[in-house]
């Protein structure tokens, strides 16, 4: 949908990338603003760096987002550190989850009012989707399962709010 609109976008599948705990080492985020690991989120940094706008889409677990995505949230804290300034981006949050919306809700608000409200990200869309709770392979089941009925013109239009952002 972004290339559509004239936005270049690439898709980073955080399962596939090497990315560390965080140890907490307040020696190199708080006194050098940088993480002393190497692993994939090196290159993370550069590119999130470099967006205008972030996507974040996440699978709800017991109401949070998934390990993988804490382990990013919590490597991000260099910047929160070195108080990057990422005012001038813009995030579009997107949580799935098979629980009812409540809960996949609340998902959706822990990434928006505690990760990018603590970044000073601003947040233009946000929004979550029903899953079923066995996809069996299924990637596309939020589109099929008869669960999100407005789903293309819901994206759409987030899409739209994000263009919109990052045009001025």
């Known amino acids: 949908m972004l290339e559509n609109k004239g936005v270049e976008s690439e898709i980073i599948l955080l399962y596939e990338k090497n990315i560390e705990r965080c140890d907490g080492c307040v020696e190199n ?28 889409v996440v699978p709800s677990y017991f109401r949070m987002p998934p390990g993988i995505f804490k382990d990013f949230i919590d490597r991000c804290s ?55 709770s066995e996809l069996g392979g299924n990637f596309n089941d939020i589109f099929e399962n008869g669960l999100n009925p407005d789903i293309n013109s819901d994206l759409e239009k987030m899409v739209q709010a994000l263009v919109r952002s990052i045009a001025g």
């Open 78 to 132: 260099v910047f929160y550190t070195a108080k990057a300034d990422f005012s001038g981006k813009r995030a579009v949050v997107i949580a799935v989850g098979a629980d009812d919306v409540i809960n996949v809700n609340m998902c959706l608000a822990n990434i928006t009012e505690n990760f990018c409200k603590a970044l000073g990200l601003p947040v233009i869309a946000a929004q979550s989707f029903r899953a079923n």
């Open 29 to 56: 985020c708080n006194k050098k603003l940088e993480c002393n690991k190497s692993d994939d989120m090196q290159e993370l940094y550069g590119k999130i760096k470099a967006a205008s706008g972030l996507v974040f």
